[in-house]
């Protein structure tokens, strides 16, 4: 079975580190493109960046640029998403989702049709 | 960035209605426009890409069209399991942001 499955819930301080996961299985993980996406109680979708785990090229948004790193680790097949500093405005739902190659163009992916399940990050002192 | 602009924001159908979503663009994105389900709790579901080709398992009430800078998404005849909230987003260019999303209601 193709699937993402994200590592669980997590609640920390201001201040602290955090790393999140998203372990692909039944597929060819390092030629899928794996993005992230955000989602803040209550708000739409925010796309926050990509990796393409063969080579580990990436690219953020610009809002996103410098606030989180995004990485993977091709021989576990899991893509990370960690923060240095959390704030309380990083609470939200994040979701991975990853696309077939031959629906990308340079990080430019248009099916993304399998996504995890969610990983919930609440930050509060 | 492209922005995308969605309207309605929100909306009240019954089953059986016609509903039609829309979503603009800043710019051209050509027809790298791609329409997705939300529910609460779940995953974001794929369910029209480059504008106008469904996804495989989608029911075929779900019609895509546009392209450019106009989009459209159309739910024929409106389910109980269609209430949700309905993204589009652009994949044209980086970073591939979504509108700020329809939520469709039970009227």
């Known amino acids: 079975e193709v699937q993402l499955v994200q590592s669980g819930a997590e609640v920390k301080k201001p201040g602290e580190s955090l790393k999140i996961s998203c372990k692909g299985s039944?597929?060819?993980?390092?030629?899928?493109?794996i993005g992230w996406v955000r989602q803040m109680p209550g708000k739409g979708l925010e796309w926050m960046g990509i990796i393409y785990p063969g080579d580990s090229d990436t690219r953020y948004s610009p809002s996103f640029q410098g606030q989180v790193t995004i990485s993977a680790d091709k021989s576990i097949t899991t893509a990370y998403l960690q923060w240095s500093s959390l704030k309380a405005s990083d609470t939200a739902m994040y979701y991975c989702?990853?696309?077939?190659?031959?629906?990308?163009?340079?990080?430019?992916?248009?099916?993304?049709?399998?996504w995890g399940q969610g990983t919930m990050v609440t930050v509060s002192s | 960035d492209i922005q995308l602009t969605q309207s309605p924001s929100s909306l009240s159908a019954s089953v059986g209605d016609r509903v039609t979503i829309i979503c603009r663009a800043s710019q051209s994105v050509n027809n790298y426009l791609s329409w997705y389900q939300h529910k609460p709790g779940k995953a974001p579901k794929l369910l029209i890409f480059?504008?106008?080709s469904l996804q495989s398992g989608v029911p075929s009430r779900f019609t895509g069209s546009g392209s450019g800078t106009d989009f459209t998404l159309t739910i024929s005849s409106l389910q109980p399991e269609d209430f949700a909230t309905y993204y589009c987003q652009q994949s044209y260019s980086i970073p591939g942001t979504f509108g700020q999303g329809t939520k469709v209601e039970i009227k």
């Open positions: 039944g597929y060819n993980f390092p030629s899928y493109w």
């Open positions: 989702a990853a696309a077939k190659p031959r629906y990308c163009s340079d990080g430019n992916c248009y099916v993304f049709d399998i």
């Open positions: 480059v504008a106008s």
